[in-house]
């Protein structure tokens, strides 16, 4: 056990080169459970790749996850709530959670007499949280927890962790995007939904670590706390993350097996710059592309908000015809079939040789579709069967349902 | 005259900030013209603000003055040391109108330290530099820039080490219970008991309370509020239970938030509270004047470094006019 997590460890950090480790954060952890067929972010995350630099010196960019504007909006939002002995905060917890008017103690974790390593921080939140029960608290700001994931240990940070009477833990998420007329922008809440997922396992970890029962104290049941309307009022709402605790452990388990996706890669495979003394990196980009493109990805355009390397991805997809290009719903729906041109062949009956055995039920289905929509296509006067692309996905969602 | 104050005081600044280029840049003959160029300015502008109001007569730069690159100008005037109380000064009040050129002008002329000390003064509890500007902007008609805030603790910790208790008081740290430490962002007056500098977990509840009750009987005294000495109260009041919303019980004729209901609310929780923090607060007092010297008393346990650059730009603008002032005196 010992001996193969090093030579993983010795893999990763191959795949790494001479880059500066980037932290495991809840987010990629929330990415990856949106993506989780995807080889390449599995890959790149496990070995704390830095992707943004990758992404850029291969020439494809992404300005994803730096508005500067959306950060302070955040940080302005979140030090509002929790401002003047988080006042605002602690009103919307006694609704939503119904503390009791004793209950209001707030105690920041973020330091530890004005230390803030993340060990000693870890180690002190630690010391708080779980001596808990038998003294008082309520809010702790800034706790630090560990998670681990793809074999090494990550720090992540709530916003908040509330401590409620019935002796459970509520993790509290702080988020900027509006909840206007009673609803919020899904793609947020499914994130946060996520992320809190994962604060509630790490948590949950932390209090059994120290002999609690950490699935019993820490609650499935976590508060996002939200702007409403248009305005800076916050709003608090619980949002069950069972299925996300289900989603991330899921996933967790399968990151740990990141050397099931490593095996088939090349041995000497790296991402590494080759940087000089100077941080300048040395490597030819179009050698690095290559490096990146032997790690199979999945794309899908979710990818372009969740990801730094959607553009090459998204560029590498669309030469290569591959039907995620058009959303997951038509890949999903094509199941199986990798590129749109097969699928048209496939439609049309032009495949090289038989269909294989694994298709066959796809082409079928696309066989279906494209009779329906050459019958449809002949009462209008069209040409059947040279359907433009995004034509062929609408065409085969009807097929689909019709079967 | 040519230019308003407001102007003399742009240029002002603009003379010391090229100053201060042309010092560092070791350009003597230009650092001697832009200094001249500069005492003529402040003079100007002593000249206008004496015209401006005759009875406002005490001048002040010691608050943002540079004695360290102007150490010439010996006659800067030095402002009496005049004591503020808070509720008996009332910019806002019926002889003045709120947010016109009286106020804020004798505002201004306050150094930084001073202003915190009066909205201090008003609550009567360590606070954050937001609520602290806040509430100076809302009870004495002048808003401050809270990043100038970030400083002036350290600036005050300086002073005191180099001259103790020269000052009849410092803006100085509240402690955290558990450690003694400087509690993070919150700013004290050194004159309190350290029993109220002292950070329980159940403290910050405890003095938002006591701060909403001196807000609220702060607005009392107060014939016409401003609007953001009532904004301010609504906020409050919105977050202590039973002294908002239900049939608005909390609201006077005017639809306006009747101070009296949120004292009564606020004092109502803080009786929950009240004894275990004070338990908390006495216990950790203790330990403080038992282990720590008079400064860690004041300015907290532990080391406390600076964070950015950018604080310690704000270290040379605000750190000379504390060592000036405390010389003055």
Sequence with gaps: ?403 | MDETVEELEERITALRAGVRRAVLDGDGPLAGALRRDLRHAERAWDAALDSASTDSASTDSASTAWPGTDAGDAAAPVRPGVMHVPSARDPAGPGAEPGLGDGRGRGALLPLREQVHEALSLLQVPAAPRLIATVHEAFFALAFPTARLTSLRRDEERSFRSAPFARPYYICAALSADYLAPSRGLLAISTWPAERRIIGSLSPRVDFLVSAINVARAIEQVPEPVPAARALLSRFAANVRGSSGAGGRSFGPAGRIDPQVVIRAAQAELEVHAEEDQRTRAGAARRARDQLDDAQQLFGAGIRRPRSGEDDEDEDEDGRPGRKAAGGR
């Design chain 1, 1 to 403: 056990m010992d001996g193969g997590f090093t030579d993983i460890e010795a893999r990763l950090a191959r795949l790494r080169g001479g880059q500066l480790p980037e932290t495991y954060d809840a987010r990629k952890i929330a990415a990856l459970a949106g993506n989780p067929g995807c080889r390449r972010r599995s890959v790149l995350d496990a070995a704390a790749v830095e992707k943004r630099r990758v992404a850029s010196y291969i020439g494809f960019p992404a300005p994803f996850g730096q508005s500067p504007f959306a950060m302070a909006r955040e940080s302005a939002f979140q030090a509002q709530v929790k401002d003047n002995g988080a006042m605002e905060l602690l009103a919307l917890l006694r609704e939503v959670l119904g503390l009791d008017l004793a209950e209001a103690h707030y105690d920041d974790l973020g330091d530890v007499a004005g230390n803030v390593n993340q060990g000693l921080r870890y180690a002190h939140t630690r010391q708080v949280l779980t001596a808990v029960p038998q003294r008082r608290g309520t809010m702790f700001d800034h706790p630090l927890l560990r998670f681990r994931v793809a074999g090494r240990h990550a720090y992540l940070q709530p916003d908040l962790v509330a401590f409620r009477h019935d002796a459970t833990f509520h993790v509290v998420m702080v988020r900027s995007f509006p909840v206007i007329d009673g609803q919020a922008d899904s793609s947020g809440v499914a994130a946060a939904a996520i992320q809190s997922a994962v604060f509630v396992l790490a948590l949950r970890d932390l209090l059994a670590g120290a002999g609690l029962d950490g699935d019993a104290m820490v609650h499935h049941e976590t508060v996002l706390v939200t702007p409403r309307d248009f305005a800076n009022q916050p709003v608090a709402s619980l949002l069950d993350v069972r299925k996300q605790l289900a989603t991330v452990r899921r996933q967790v388990a399968r990151m740990d097996r990141v050397e099931d996706i490593i095996a088939p890669l090349p041995g000497d495979l790296t991402f590494d710059l080759d940087a000089d003394d100077k941080g300048v990196p040395r490597r030819r980009p179009g050698d690095l592309a290559d490096a990146v493109g032997c790690v199979p990805a999945s794309y899908s355009p979710e990818c372009l908000g969740a990801c730094e390397m959607c553009f090459f991805c998204r560029e590498e997809a669309s030469e290569h015809g591959d039907t995620g290009v058009l959303g997951k719903a038509v890949r999903e729906d094509l199941g199986g079939i990798e590129s749109v041109a097969r699928a048209l062949r496939l439609a049309r009956g032009q495949g090289p040789g038989p269909v294989p055995p694994d298709l066959a039920e796809a082409a079928t289905i696309v066989r279906r579709a494209a009779r329906l929509r050459g019958e449809a296509m002949a009462g209008d006067g069209a040409v059947p069967g040279h359907g433009a692309v995004p034509g062929a996905g609408t065409v085969i969602n009807e097929g689909t349902g019709a079967s």
